[in-house]
Protein backbone atom coordinates (compact mmCIF):
# COMPACT_ATOMS: atom_id res chain seq x y z
CA UNK A 1 0.00 0.00 0.00
CA UNK A 2 2.99 2.52 0.45
CA UNK A 3 3.58 1.74 -3.17
CA UNK A 4 -0.11 2.97 -3.88
CA UNK A 5 0.40 6.06 -1.42
CA UNK A 6 3.56 7.31 -2.92
CA UNK A 7 2.11 6.26 -6.88
CA UNK A 8 -1.40 8.84 -5.76
CA UNK A 9 1.05 11.22 -4.75
CA UNK A 10 3.17 11.50 -8.13
CA UNK A 11 -0.54 11.44 -9.84
CA UNK A 12 -1.43 14.24 -7.75
CA UNK A 13 1.51 16.10 -9.26
CA UNK A 14 1.48 15.62 -12.50
CA UNK A 15 -2.69 16.35 -12.30
CA UNK A 16 -2.08 19.72 -11.17
CA UNK A 17 1.00 20.35 -13.86
CA UNK A 18 -1.48 19.78 -16.37
CA UNK A 19 0.10 16.28 -17.38
CA UNK A 20 -3.28 14.39 -17.62
CA UNK A 21 -2.17 11.74 -19.70
CA UNK A 22 0.82 11.30 -17.13
CA UNK A 23 -1.88 11.73 -14.41
CA UNK A 24 -4.07 9.01 -16.03
CA UNK A 25 -1.34 6.51 -16.46
CA UNK A 26 -0.40 6.65 -13.02
CA UNK A 27 -4.35 6.54 -11.51
CA UNK A 28 -5.18 3.36 -13.51
CA UNK A 29 -1.90 1.67 -12.06
CA UNK A 30 -3.37 2.53 -8.93
CA UNK A 31 -6.75 0.95 -10.12
CA UNK A 32 -4.96 -2.33 -11.41
CA UNK A 33 -3.69 -2.69 -7.71
CA UNK A 34 -6.51 -1.19 -5.82
CA UNK A 35 -9.31 -1.72 -7.81
CA UNK A 36 -11.56 0.07 -5.03
CA UNK A 37 -9.60 3.44 -4.65
CA UNK A 38 -12.03 5.72 -5.01
CA UNK A 39 -9.98 9.06 -5.24
CA UNK A 40 -8.02 7.15 -8.08
CA UNK A 41 -11.59 6.67 -9.57
CA UNK A 42 -12.67 9.64 -8.82
CA UNK A 43 -9.90 11.82 -10.39
CA UNK A 44 -9.77 9.87 -13.45
CA UNK A 45 -13.27 11.15 -13.22
CA UNK A 46 -12.08 14.87 -13.83
CA UNK A 47 -9.52 14.26 -16.35
CA UNK A 48 -12.54 12.76 -18.69
CA UNK A 49 -14.21 15.66 -17.97
CA UNK A 50 -11.16 18.03 -18.49
CA UNK A 51 -11.47 16.32 -21.81
CA UNK A 52 -15.03 16.93 -22.09
CA UNK A 53 -15.69 13.53 -22.32
CA UNK A 54 -18.74 13.31 -19.95
CA UNK A 55 -20.22 9.91 -20.10
CA UNK A 56 -16.78 8.57 -19.02
CA UNK A 57 -16.72 11.06 -16.38
CA UNK A 58 -20.22 10.40 -15.61
CA UNK A 59 -18.34 6.54 -15.29
CA UNK A 60 -15.51 7.38 -13.54
CA UNK A 61 -17.89 9.55 -10.42
CA UNK A 62 -20.06 7.00 -10.09
CA UNK A 63 -17.60 4.50 -9.57
CA UNK A 64 -15.68 6.48 -6.65
CA UNK A 65 -19.30 6.86 -5.60
CA UNK A 66 -19.84 3.48 -5.75
CA UNK A 67 -16.95 2.82 -2.63
CA UNK A 68 -17.34 6.08 -1.00
CA UNK A 69 -20.31 8.20 -0.31
CA UNK A 70 -19.21 10.45 2.33
CA UNK A 71 -17.17 12.85 0.57
CA UNK A 72 -18.59 16.16 -0.76
CA UNK A 73 -16.14 16.58 -3.20
CA UNK A 74 -17.22 13.75 -5.02
CA UNK A 75 -20.93 14.41 -5.48
CA UNK A 76 -20.15 18.32 -6.34
CA UNK A 77 -18.16 17.05 -9.15
CA UNK A 78 -20.62 14.13 -10.37
CA UNK A 79 -23.42 17.13 -10.44
CA UNK A 80 -21.57 19.46 -12.82
CA UNK A 81 -20.84 16.59 -15.23
CA UNK A 82 -24.84 15.75 -14.62
CA UNK A 83 -25.65 19.40 -14.96
CA UNK A 84 -23.39 19.62 -18.45
CA UNK A 85 -25.42 16.95 -19.56
CA UNK A 86 -28.71 18.27 -18.86
CA UNK A 87 -30.08 15.76 -16.03
CA UNK A 88 -30.55 18.96 -13.69
CA UNK A 89 -32.46 17.33 -11.51
CA UNK A 90 -30.01 14.31 -10.64
CA UNK A 91 -27.27 17.49 -10.72
CA UNK A 92 -29.47 19.32 -8.22
CA UNK A 93 -29.70 15.57 -5.55
CA UNK A 94 -25.95 15.84 -6.14
CA UNK A 95 -25.22 19.09 -5.43
CA UNK A 96 -27.85 18.67 -2.20
CA UNK A 97 -25.78 15.99 -1.18
CA UNK A 98 -22.79 18.10 -0.95
CA UNK A 99 -23.69 20.92 1.10
CA UNK A 100 -25.33 18.10 3.67
CA UNK A 101 -21.85 16.18 3.63
CA UNK A 102 -20.28 19.83 3.69
CA UNK A 103 -22.60 22.30 5.07
CA UNK A 104 -19.56 25.34 4.57
CA UNK A 105 -18.58 24.07 0.82
CA UNK A 106 -18.96 27.08 -1.27
CA UNK A 107 -18.49 26.02 -4.66
CA UNK A 108 -21.70 23.36 -3.86
CA UNK A 109 -23.54 25.89 -2.49
CA UNK A 110 -22.63 27.98 -5.96
CA UNK A 111 -23.40 25.24 -8.21
CA UNK A 112 -26.61 24.27 -6.62
CA UNK A 113 -27.54 27.65 -7.09
CA UNK A 114 -26.62 27.60 -10.78
CA UNK A 115 -28.77 24.34 -11.59
CA UNK A 116 -31.67 26.09 -9.79
CA UNK A 117 -31.65 29.05 -12.32
CA UNK A 118 -30.87 26.81 -15.07
CA UNK A 119 -34.60 25.82 -13.65
CA UNK A 120 -35.71 29.39 -13.80
CA UNK A 121 -36.29 28.77 -9.71
CA UNK A 122 -35.21 32.44 -8.84
CA UNK A 123 -35.93 32.22 -5.13
CA UNK A 124 -33.75 28.98 -4.23
CA UNK A 125 -31.13 30.06 -6.51
CA UNK A 126 -31.56 33.59 -4.72
CA UNK A 127 -31.25 31.13 -0.86
CA UNK A 128 -28.08 28.80 -2.50
CA UNK A 129 -26.16 32.19 -3.66
CA UNK A 130 -26.98 33.63 -0.29
CA UNK A 131 -25.02 30.94 1.56
CA UNK A 132 -21.98 30.89 -1.15
CA UNK A 133 -21.23 34.53 -1.06
CA UNK A 134 -22.14 35.51 2.56
CA UNK A 135 -18.83 32.67 3.06
CA UNK A 136 -17.14 34.16 0.09
CA UNK A 137 -18.14 37.63 -0.77
CA UNK A 138 -15.27 37.47 -3.60
CA UNK A 139 -16.23 33.93 -5.58
CA UNK A 140 -15.91 34.53 -8.79
CA UNK A 141 -18.28 31.74 -10.09
CA UNK A 142 -21.30 33.30 -7.24
CA UNK A 143 -21.11 36.50 -8.51
CA UNK A 144 -21.53 35.01 -12.07
CA UNK A 145 -24.26 33.33 -11.26
CA UNK A 146 -25.66 36.60 -9.28
CA UNK A 147 -25.60 38.73 -12.64
CA UNK A 148 -27.92 36.01 -14.26
CA UNK A 149 -29.64 36.03 -11.57
CA UNK A 150 -30.28 39.78 -11.41
CA UNK A 151 -30.38 39.48 -15.36
CA UNK A 152 -33.62 36.98 -15.08
CA UNK A 153 -35.32 38.76 -11.96
CA UNK A 154 -35.03 41.91 -13.87
CA UNK A 155 -37.07 39.83 -17.06
CA UNK A 156 -39.60 39.18 -14.83
CA UNK A 157 -40.28 42.34 -13.44
CA UNK A 158 -40.58 44.34 -16.78
CA UNK A 159 -43.04 41.43 -17.93
CA UNK A 160 -44.93 42.44 -14.95
CA UNK A 161 -45.25 45.69 -14.85
CA UNK A 162 -42.56 46.67 -12.08
CA UNK A 163 -40.22 48.88 -14.26
CA UNK A 164 -38.58 50.18 -11.26
CA UNK A 165 -37.36 46.70 -10.08
CA UNK A 166 -36.47 45.65 -12.96
CA UNK A 167 -34.33 48.92 -13.63
CA UNK A 168 -32.63 48.44 -10.62
CA UNK A 169 -31.93 44.89 -11.44
CA UNK A 170 -30.65 45.60 -14.27
CA UNK A 171 -28.21 47.83 -13.36
CA UNK A 172 -27.16 45.70 -10.65
CA UNK A 173 -26.54 43.14 -13.20
CA UNK A 174 -24.63 45.19 -15.43
CA UNK A 175 -22.14 46.35 -12.33
CA UNK A 176 -21.19 42.79 -11.78
CA UNK A 177 -18.20 40.74 -13.43
CA UNK A 178 -19.30 40.16 -17.26
CA UNK A 179 -22.37 42.73 -16.71
CA UNK A 180 -22.66 44.57 -20.49
CA UNK A 181 -22.87 48.52 -20.36
CA UNK A 182 -26.20 47.93 -22.32
CA UNK A 183 -28.02 46.41 -19.86
CA UNK A 184 -27.85 49.63 -17.73
CA UNK A 185 -30.23 51.31 -20.29
CA UNK A 186 -32.83 48.10 -20.40
CA UNK A 187 -35.65 50.78 -19.30
CA UNK A 188 -35.56 52.74 -22.44
CA UNK A 189 -38.01 49.26 -23.56
CA UNK A 190 -40.04 49.98 -20.56
CA UNK A 191 -44.23 51.70 -21.31
CA UNK A 192 -46.74 51.13 -18.43
CA UNK A 193 -49.82 49.68 -20.00
CA UNK A 194 -52.03 52.20 -17.99
CA UNK A 195 -51.21 55.96 -17.87
CA UNK A 196 -53.14 57.74 -15.09
CA UNK A 197 -54.00 60.13 -17.54
CA UNK A 198 -52.72 62.28 -20.86
CA UNK A 199 -50.13 64.58 -18.88
CA UNK A 200 -48.69 61.18 -17.39
CA UNK A 201 -48.22 59.88 -21.58
CA UNK A 202 -46.48 63.50 -22.13
CA UNK A 203 -43.97 63.43 -19.60
CA UNK A 204 -43.02 59.36 -20.32
CA UNK A 205 -42.70 60.22 -24.12
CA UNK A 206 -40.70 63.74 -23.43
CA UNK A 207 -38.59 61.42 -21.14
CA UNK A 208 -37.46 58.57 -23.71
CA UNK A 209 -37.07 60.76 -26.27
CA UNK A 210 -34.38 62.39 -24.19
CA UNK A 211 -32.81 59.31 -22.85
CA UNK A 212 -32.52 57.64 -26.27
CA UNK A 213 -30.93 60.63 -27.64
CA UNK A 214 -28.41 60.28 -24.59
CA UNK A 215 -28.17 56.69 -25.09
CA UNK A 216 -27.36 57.31 -28.87
CA UNK A 217 -24.36 59.85 -27.90
CA UNK A 218 -22.92 57.49 -25.31
CA UNK A 219 -21.76 55.18 -27.60
CA UNK A 220 -22.69 51.77 -25.66
CA UNK A 221 -20.80 48.88 -26.99
CA UNK A 222 -22.90 46.90 -28.93
CA UNK A 223 -22.39 43.26 -30.03
CA UNK A 224 -24.58 42.54 -32.72
CA UNK A 225 -24.37 37.95 -32.34
CA UNK A 226 -25.78 38.82 -28.50
CA UNK A 227 -28.31 41.48 -29.13
CA UNK A 228 -31.50 39.58 -28.79
CA UNK A 229 -30.20 38.42 -25.12
CA UNK A 230 -28.62 41.77 -24.63
CA UNK A 231 -30.83 44.39 -25.93
CA UNK A 232 -34.65 45.77 -25.95
CA UNK A 233 -37.30 46.86 -28.63
CA UNK A 234 -39.32 50.11 -28.58
CA UNK A 235 -42.06 48.98 -26.41
CA UNK A 236 -45.10 47.01 -27.66
CA UNK A 237 -47.31 49.68 -25.38
CA UNK A 238 -45.98 52.83 -27.85
CA UNK A 239 -48.78 52.43 -30.54
CA UNK A 240 -51.43 52.41 -28.10
CA UNK A 241 -50.49 56.35 -27.08
CA UNK A 242 -52.24 58.12 -29.90
CA UNK A 243 -49.31 59.69 -31.37
CA UNK A 244 -47.03 58.88 -34.29
CA UNK A 245 -44.06 56.67 -33.43
CA UNK A 246 -42.09 57.35 -36.10
CA UNK A 247 -39.25 59.62 -34.65
CA UNK A 248 -38.82 57.37 -31.66
CA UNK A 249 -38.21 54.00 -33.27
CA UNK A 250 -36.14 55.68 -35.69
CA UNK A 251 -33.85 56.78 -32.53
CA UNK A 252 -33.98 52.78 -31.48
CA UNK A 253 -32.19 51.95 -34.59
CA UNK A 254 -30.05 54.68 -34.64
CA UNK A 255 -29.02 52.64 -31.59
CA UNK A 256 -28.89 49.68 -32.28
CA UNK A 257 -28.30 49.12 -36.15
CA UNK A 258 -24.65 50.34 -36.21
CA UNK A 259 -23.71 47.28 -34.40
CA UNK A 260 -24.51 45.27 -37.90
CA UNK A 261 -21.77 44.93 -40.07
CA UNK A 262 -23.53 43.38 -42.91
CA UNK A 263 -23.63 44.10 -46.64
CA UNK A 264 -27.09 43.85 -47.98
CA UNK A 265 -26.72 41.34 -51.18
CA UNK A 266 -28.03 42.06 -54.37
CA UNK A 267 -30.76 41.04 -56.75
CA UNK A 268 -27.94 40.14 -59.06
CA UNK A 269 -26.79 37.69 -56.10
CA UNK A 270 -30.19 36.08 -55.07
CA UNK A 271 -31.58 35.54 -58.20
CA UNK A 272 -28.68 33.61 -59.97
CA UNK A 273 -29.55 31.13 -62.21
CA UNK A 274 -33.59 30.85 -61.83
CA UNK A 275 -36.91 32.81 -62.98
CA UNK A 276 -38.84 32.48 -60.24
CA UNK A 277 -39.35 35.42 -57.50
CA UNK A 278 -38.09 34.14 -54.07
CA UNK A 279 -39.95 35.07 -51.33
CA UNK A 280 -39.24 34.15 -47.89
CA UNK A 281 -42.19 35.18 -45.28
CA UNK A 282 -40.88 35.40 -41.11
CA UNK A 283 -42.78 34.69 -38.37
CA UNK A 284 -41.34 34.36 -34.85
CA UNK A 285 -42.60 32.77 -31.32
CA UNK A 286 -46.06 33.78 -29.96
CA UNK A 287 -46.72 35.95 -33.05
CA UNK A 288 -47.60 32.40 -35.73
CA UNK A 289 -50.72 31.66 -34.95
CA UNK A 290 -52.14 35.77 -35.86
CA UNK A 291 -49.80 35.12 -38.91
CA UNK A 292 -51.34 31.99 -40.20
CA UNK A 293 -55.02 33.50 -39.39
CA UNK A 294 -54.57 36.13 -41.56
CA UNK A 295 -52.32 34.99 -44.46
CA UNK A 296 -52.66 31.24 -44.75
CA UNK A 297 -54.64 32.00 -48.01
CA UNK A 298 -52.22 33.90 -49.29
CA UNK A 299 -49.65 31.54 -48.72
CA UNK A 300 -51.66 28.87 -49.97
CA UNK A 301 -52.76 30.80 -53.70
CA UNK A 302 -50.08 32.50 -54.81
CA UNK A 303 -48.88 31.47 -58.07
CA UNK A 304 -46.20 28.97 -57.91
CA UNK A 305 -45.07 29.63 -61.40
CA UNK A 306 -43.90 32.82 -60.41
CA UNK A 307 -42.86 32.31 -57.09
CA UNK A 308 -41.00 30.13 -54.80
CA UNK A 309 -42.51 30.73 -51.21
CA UNK A 310 -40.40 29.94 -47.90
CA UNK A 311 -41.96 29.94 -44.82
CA UNK A 312 -39.18 30.95 -42.05
CA UNK A 313 -40.12 30.47 -38.28
CA UNK A 314 -38.45 29.37 -35.09
CA UNK A 315 -37.55 26.04 -34.84
CA UNK A 316 -39.81 26.06 -30.96
CA UNK A 317 -42.63 26.09 -33.58
CA UNK A 318 -42.38 24.50 -37.13
CA UNK A 319 -44.27 21.44 -36.33
CA UNK A 320 -47.43 23.61 -35.14
CA UNK A 321 -46.40 26.34 -38.80
CA UNK A 322 -46.59 23.23 -40.69
CA UNK A 323 -50.13 22.14 -39.75
CA UNK A 324 -51.86 25.62 -40.38
CA UNK A 325 -51.00 25.27 -44.26
CA UNK A 326 -51.97 22.71 -46.32
CA UNK A 327 -49.80 22.80 -49.39
CA UNK A 328 -46.98 20.63 -50.32
CA UNK A 329 -44.88 22.83 -52.18
CA UNK A 330 -43.86 25.17 -49.66
CA UNK A 331 -40.43 25.20 -48.36
CA UNK A 332 -40.02 25.11 -44.27
CA UNK A 333 -36.71 26.92 -42.81
CA UNK A 334 -36.00 26.43 -39.18
CA UNK A 335 -33.97 28.87 -37.37
CA UNK A 336 -32.17 27.83 -34.83
CA UNK A 337 -31.88 29.41 -31.21
CA UNK A 338 -28.72 30.99 -31.58
CA UNK A 339 -29.05 33.91 -33.55
CA UNK A 340 -25.74 34.47 -35.47
CA UNK A 341 -26.50 30.98 -36.88
CA UNK A 342 -30.20 32.21 -37.88
CA UNK A 343 -29.28 35.11 -39.62
CA UNK A 344 -26.73 32.87 -41.49
CA UNK A 345 -29.75 30.83 -42.02
CA UNK A 346 -31.65 33.60 -44.21
CA UNK A 347 -29.01 34.78 -46.48
CA UNK A 348 -28.75 31.37 -47.49
CA UNK A 349 -31.99 30.76 -48.19
CA UNK A 350 -31.42 33.63 -51.36
CA UNK A 351 -34.80 34.83 -51.16
CA UNK A 352 -35.12 37.88 -52.92
CA UNK A 353 -37.82 39.28 -50.80
CA UNK A 354 -38.53 38.89 -46.73
CA UNK A 355 -41.45 40.00 -45.44
CA UNK A 356 -41.40 40.27 -41.94
CA UNK A 357 -44.96 39.37 -40.46
CA UNK A 358 -43.94 41.40 -37.25
CA UNK A 359 -40.93 43.90 -36.35
CA UNK A 360 -40.08 44.42 -32.74
CA UNK A 361 -42.53 42.10 -31.42
CA UNK A 362 -39.41 40.63 -29.43
CA UNK A 363 -35.67 41.06 -29.84
CA UNK A 364 -35.36 38.17 -32.33
CA UNK A 365 -37.48 39.14 -35.00
CA UNK A 366 -36.68 42.71 -34.28
CA UNK A 367 -32.91 42.94 -35.10
CA UNK A 368 -33.24 39.63 -37.14
CA UNK A 369 -35.24 42.53 -39.79
CA UNK A 370 -32.25 44.78 -38.91
CA UNK A 371 -29.85 42.81 -40.30
CA UNK A 372 -30.65 43.36 -43.79
CA UNK A 373 -29.86 39.95 -45.06
CA UNK A 374 -32.07 40.42 -48.68
CA UNK A 375 -32.43 42.44 -51.27
CA UNK A 376 -35.80 43.34 -50.29
CA UNK A 377 -37.39 43.64 -46.94
CA UNK A 378 -41.02 44.75 -46.27
CA UNK A 379 -43.56 44.48 -43.36
CA UNK A 380 -47.25 45.42 -42.63
CA UNK A 381 -49.93 44.60 -40.20
CA UNK A 382 -48.00 42.45 -37.92
CA UNK A 383 -46.13 45.71 -37.22
CA UNK A 384 -48.73 47.94 -35.37
CA UNK A 385 -47.61 51.33 -37.78
CA UNK A 386 -43.84 51.63 -38.74
CA UNK A 387 -41.31 49.61 -37.92
CA UNK A 388 -38.13 52.41 -37.69
CA UNK A 389 -36.22 50.00 -38.98
CA UNK A 390 -34.01 51.13 -42.47
CA UNK A 391 -33.32 48.11 -43.36
CA UNK A 392 -36.50 47.18 -44.17
CA UNK A 393 -37.59 48.80 -47.26
CA UNK A 394 -41.59 48.68 -47.37
CA UNK A 395 -44.58 48.91 -45.14
CA UNK A 396 -47.69 47.07 -47.07
CA UNK A 397 -50.84 48.90 -46.21
CA UNK A 398 -53.94 49.71 -48.21
CA UNK A 399 -55.71 52.36 -49.65
CA UNK A 400 -58.71 51.57 -48.17
CA UNK A 401 -57.54 52.25 -44.95
CA UNK A 402 -54.74 54.98 -45.50
CA UNK A 403 -54.86 58.48 -47.73
CA UNK A 404 -50.97 58.86 -49.29
CA UNK A 405 -49.93 61.43 -47.33
CA UNK A 406 -49.57 58.57 -44.22
CA UNK A 407 -46.05 58.68 -46.34
CA UNK A 408 -45.13 60.49 -43.67
CA UNK A 409 -45.56 57.99 -40.70
CA UNK A 410 -43.28 55.49 -42.01
CA UNK A 411 -39.91 54.97 -42.19
CA UNK A 412 -40.56 52.64 -44.91
CA UNK A 413 -41.70 53.35 -47.91
CA UNK A 414 -45.99 53.17 -48.11
CA UNK A 415 -47.06 50.60 -50.31
CA UNK A 416 -51.00 51.18 -50.09
CA UNK A 417 -52.74 48.00 -51.91
CA UNK A 418 -56.18 48.27 -53.43
CA UNK A 419 -57.33 45.66 -50.93
CA UNK A 420 -57.20 45.19 -47.38
CA UNK A 421 -53.81 43.69 -47.29
CA UNK A 422 -54.97 40.58 -45.69
CA UNK A 423 -57.02 37.38 -46.10
CA UNK A 424 -59.49 36.76 -43.32
CA UNK A 425 -61.48 33.85 -43.75
CA UNK A 426 -64.80 32.56 -41.80
CA UNK A 427 -65.05 30.78 -38.64
CA UNK A 428 -67.20 27.85 -37.89
CA UNK A 429 -70.23 28.34 -36.66
CA UNK A 430 -70.80 28.70 -32.70
CA UNK A 431 -73.84 27.88 -31.31
CA UNK A 432 -75.25 31.02 -29.44
CA UNK A 433 -74.84 31.13 -25.78
CA UNK A 434 -76.94 32.41 -22.88
CA UNK A 435 -75.80 35.69 -20.65
CA UNK A 436 -76.39 33.15 -17.54
CA UNK A 437 -73.78 31.12 -18.45
CA UNK A 438 -71.63 33.68 -18.72
CA UNK A 439 -72.13 35.29 -15.78
CA UNK A 440 -73.22 38.60 -17.43
CA UNK A 441 -76.35 40.08 -15.73
CA UNK A 442 -79.62 39.34 -17.24
CA UNK A 443 -81.02 42.88 -18.33
CA UNK A 444 -79.70 45.74 -19.94
CA UNK A 445 -77.21 46.39 -22.33
CA UNK A 446 -73.66 44.86 -22.75
CA UNK A 447 -71.47 47.14 -24.62
CA UNK A 448 -67.74 45.28 -24.54
CA UNK A 449 -64.58 45.78 -24.95
CA UNK A 450 -62.82 42.97 -25.81
CA UNK A 451 -59.30 44.53 -26.13
CA UNK A 452 -55.86 44.36 -24.96
CA UNK A 453 -55.10 46.44 -21.34
CA UNK A 454 -52.63 49.28 -23.54
CA UNK A 455 -56.19 49.71 -25.68
CA UNK A 456 -57.87 51.81 -22.68
CA UNK A 457 -56.14 55.38 -23.23
CA UNK A 458 -57.16 58.10 -20.62
CA UNK A 459 -59.10 59.75 -23.46
CA UNK A 460 -61.58 56.37 -23.96
CA UNK A 461 -62.48 56.80 -20.22
CA UNK A 462 -64.79 60.09 -21.43
CA UNK A 463 -66.57 57.71 -23.99
CA UNK A 464 -67.28 54.93 -21.63
CA UNK A 465 -68.92 58.10 -19.27
CA UNK A 466 -70.77 59.19 -21.73
CA UNK A 467 -73.07 55.66 -22.69
CA UNK A 468 -73.13 54.92 -18.95
CA UNK A 469 -74.63 58.51 -18.66
CA UNK A 470 -77.05 57.54 -21.74
CA UNK A 471 -77.69 53.96 -20.89
CA UNK A 472 -78.80 53.87 -17.35
CA UNK A 473 -79.06 50.30 -17.33
CA UNK A 474 -76.31 49.34 -19.54
CA UNK A 475 -73.50 47.86 -18.52
CA UNK A 476 -69.35 48.10 -19.82
CA UNK A 477 -68.13 45.05 -19.79
CA UNK A 478 -63.62 45.26 -20.02
CA UNK A 479 -61.30 42.89 -20.51
CA UNK A 480 -58.40 43.50 -18.30
CA UNK A 481 -56.13 40.56 -18.62
CA UNK A 482 -54.75 38.11 -16.27
CA UNK A 483 -52.11 40.67 -13.95
CA UNK A 484 -54.17 42.26 -11.85
CA UNK A 485 -51.04 44.01 -10.26
CA UNK A 486 -50.95 45.70 -13.98
CA UNK A 487 -55.10 46.13 -14.19
CA UNK A 488 -55.23 47.97 -11.12
CA UNK A 489 -54.42 51.48 -12.32
CA UNK A 490 -56.87 51.27 -14.55
CA UNK A 491 -59.55 50.11 -12.42
CA UNK A 492 -58.52 53.63 -10.03
CA UNK A 493 -58.41 55.44 -13.04
CA UNK A 494 -61.69 55.09 -14.06
CA UNK A 495 -63.19 55.20 -10.34
CA UNK A 496 -61.62 58.62 -10.41
CA UNK A 497 -63.10 59.17 -13.82
CA UNK A 498 -66.51 57.68 -13.85
CA UNK A 499 -67.57 58.24 -9.99
CA UNK A 500 -68.65 55.04 -8.22
CA UNK A 501 -72.25 55.19 -9.26
CA UNK A 502 -70.98 54.87 -13.10
CA UNK A 503 -68.57 52.27 -12.22
CA UNK A 504 -70.41 49.94 -10.44
CA UNK A 505 -72.03 49.05 -13.85
CA UNK A 506 -68.41 48.16 -15.40
CA UNK A 507 -68.02 44.63 -15.55
CA UNK A 508 -64.21 43.46 -15.29
CA UNK A 509 -63.18 40.36 -16.74
CA UNK A 510 -59.15 39.22 -16.96
CA UNK A 511 -59.13 36.80 -19.99
CA UNK A 512 -61.53 34.55 -21.72
CA UNK A 513 -60.63 31.14 -23.41
CA UNK A 514 -61.43 31.41 -27.38
CA UNK A 515 -64.57 29.78 -27.49
CA UNK A 516 -65.90 31.67 -24.41
CA UNK A 517 -65.20 35.12 -25.50
CA UNK A 518 -66.82 33.99 -28.77
CA UNK A 519 -69.79 33.27 -26.58
CA UNK A 520 -69.54 35.85 -25.49
CA UNK A 521 -69.75 37.72 -28.92
CA UNK A 522 -72.95 35.99 -29.31
CA UNK A 523 -74.87 37.68 -26.52
CA UNK A 524 -73.33 41.39 -26.19
CA UNK A 525 -74.93 44.77 -27.77
CA UNK A 526 -72.17 45.77 -29.71
CA UNK A 527 -68.47 46.12 -29.68
CA UNK A 528 -66.57 49.00 -28.91
CA UNK A 529 -63.49 50.39 -30.39
CA UNK A 530 -60.77 52.48 -27.91
CA UNK A 531 -60.06 55.64 -30.04
CA UNK A 532 -56.27 55.41 -29.62
CA UNK A 533 -56.33 51.93 -30.90
CA UNK A 534 -59.03 50.30 -32.69
CA UNK A 535 -59.40 46.38 -33.27
CA UNK A 536 -58.79 44.43 -36.29
CA UNK A 537 -58.80 40.92 -35.44
CA UNK A 538 -61.40 41.53 -32.76
CA UNK A 539 -63.26 43.64 -35.50
CA UNK A 540 -62.94 40.59 -38.02
CA UNK A 541 -64.42 38.21 -35.20
CA UNK A 542 -67.36 40.46 -34.35
CA UNK A 543 -67.88 40.83 -38.04
CA UNK A 544 -68.02 37.20 -38.16
CA UNK A 545 -71.31 37.08 -35.98
CA UNK A 546 -72.90 39.88 -37.51
CA UNK A 547 -72.06 41.91 -34.59
CA UNK A 548 -71.69 45.68 -34.54
CA UNK A 549 -68.52 47.42 -33.70
CA UNK A 550 -68.40 51.13 -32.69
CA UNK A 551 -66.02 52.51 -34.16
CA UNK A 552 -63.96 56.34 -34.82
CA UNK A 553 -61.20 57.13 -37.50
CA UNK A 554 -58.13 58.83 -36.37
CA UNK A 555 -55.29 59.83 -38.51
CA UNK A 556 -53.08 57.04 -37.65
CA UNK A 557 -53.43 53.16 -38.72
CA UNK A 558 -54.13 51.94 -35.90
CA UNK A 559 -57.09 54.08 -35.56
CA UNK A 560 -58.31 52.80 -39.24
CA UNK A 561 -58.77 49.47 -39.43
CA UNK A 562 -62.70 48.90 -38.90
CA UNK A 563 -63.47 52.00 -40.47
CA UNK A 564 -61.81 50.65 -43.28
CA UNK A 565 -63.58 47.71 -43.27
CA UNK A 566 -66.91 49.51 -42.92
CA UNK A 567 -66.27 51.12 -46.17
CA UNK A 568 -65.15 48.37 -47.65
CA UNK A 569 -68.27 46.93 -46.57
CA UNK A 570 -70.28 50.23 -47.90
CA UNK A 571 -71.44 51.09 -44.56
CA UNK A 572 -70.30 54.22 -42.54
CA UNK A 573 -73.29 54.52 -39.95
CA UNK A 574 -71.35 53.38 -37.03
CA UNK A 575 -68.16 55.05 -37.78
CA UNK A 576 -68.11 58.22 -35.12
CA UNK A 577 -67.08 61.12 -35.43
CA UNK A 578 -66.48 62.33 -32.24
CA UNK A 579 -67.30 60.76 -28.96
CA UNK A 580 -70.76 62.28 -28.74
CA UNK A 581 -71.74 60.47 -31.57
CA UNK A 582 -69.88 57.42 -30.38
CA UNK A 583 -71.65 57.17 -27.20
CA UNK A 584 -75.20 57.60 -29.00
CA UNK A 585 -74.42 55.27 -31.74
CA UNK A 586 -73.46 52.85 -28.74
CA UNK A 587 -76.70 53.35 -26.98
CA UNK A 588 -78.78 53.33 -29.65
CA UNK A 589 -77.10 49.54 -30.32
CA UNK A 590 -77.93 49.07 -27.04
CA UNK A 591 -81.27 50.28 -26.17
CA UNK A 592 -83.42 49.74 -29.74
CA UNK A 593 -83.39 45.96 -30.40
CA UNK A 594 -84.95 46.50 -33.99
CA UNK A 595 -82.17 49.13 -35.13
CA UNK A 596 -79.44 46.54 -33.48
CA UNK A 597 -80.87 43.63 -35.55
CA UNK A 598 -81.08 45.90 -38.48
CA UNK A 599 -77.42 46.67 -38.47
CA UNK A 600 -76.30 43.15 -37.58
CA UNK A 601 -78.58 41.57 -40.57
CA UNK A 602 -76.56 44.25 -42.93
CA UNK A 603 -72.84 43.36 -42.00
CA UNK A 604 -73.58 40.23 -42.26
CA UNK A 605 -75.35 40.67 -46.00
CA UNK A 606 -72.30 43.18 -46.80
CA UNK A 607 -69.56 41.53 -45.09
CA UNK A 608 -68.42 39.07 -47.96
CA UNK A 609 -65.44 41.38 -49.33
CA UNK A 610 -63.98 41.30 -45.43
CA UNK A 611 -63.97 37.27 -46.09
CA UNK A 612 -63.38 37.41 -49.68
CA UNK A 613 -59.44 37.25 -50.40
CA UNK A 614 -59.07 36.56 -53.61
CA UNK A 615 -58.02 40.35 -54.10
CA UNK A 616 -55.61 40.19 -51.59
CA UNK A 617 -53.17 37.71 -53.53
CA UNK A 618 -53.82 39.40 -56.77
CA UNK A 619 -52.27 42.49 -54.71
CA UNK A 620 -49.51 40.75 -53.39
CA UNK A 621 -48.33 39.30 -56.51
CA UNK A 622 -48.34 42.42 -58.10
CA UNK A 623 -46.57 44.27 -55.70
CA UNK A 624 -43.55 41.36 -55.45
CA UNK A 625 -43.48 41.90 -59.29
CA UNK A 626 -43.45 45.46 -58.88
CA UNK A 627 -40.71 46.36 -56.23
CA UNK A 628 -38.48 43.74 -57.90
CA UNK A 629 -38.38 45.23 -61.20
CA UNK A 630 -38.38 48.75 -59.91
CA UNK A 631 -35.18 47.41 -57.56
CA UNK A 632 -33.74 45.76 -60.79
CA UNK A 633 -33.58 48.70 -62.23
CA UNK A 634 -32.44 51.05 -59.58
CA UNK A 635 -29.38 47.95 -58.31
Not at 70 to 91: Q, S
Not at 110 to 139: F, I, K, M, S, W
Request: hydrophobic share 40%; proline share 5%.
Amino acid sequence: MSDVAALYHTALAKHQQGDLAGAEECYRSILAAAPNHADAWHLLGVIFHQRHRLEAALHHFEKALSFCRDKAIYFNNYGVVLKETGRLNDAIAAFKRATELEPSYTDAHANLAAAYLLQNDLTRTENELAVALARRPDHVAGRNILRDLRFKQAGRFSVRGKFSQADHAYREAASLPGGKELWRWQSLGFCPPVFPDEQGINRYWTGLEQHLDHAIDSHIPLDWQTLPEDGFTPSFNLPHLNRCCRAIKEKFDTLFSRAFPFKRPTLFETQRNRKKIRVGFVVTAGHHRGFFRVHRHLLEHLDRSKFEIFVICQESILVSCRKAIRNDDIQWISLPPRFDVSVQTLVDTRCDILYHWKVGGGTFDYFLAMAGVAPIQCTSYGTHGTSGVRAIDCYISSSILEPPESASQYTERLVLLDSYATSHQHDPPLKPAAREELGLPPNGAIYFCPHRLPKYHPLFDHYLRLILEKDSTGHVLLVTGKNKEQAAPLVSRLRQTLGDGLFRRVLLATTFPLDVYKKHLSVVSCVLDSPAYVGDLTTHDAFDQGVPVVTVSGELLVQRYTAGLYRLMGIDSLIAADAEEYATIAVRLGTEPDYRQSMSEQILHQSEPVFSPQDTVHDYEQFFESVLSASSQTS
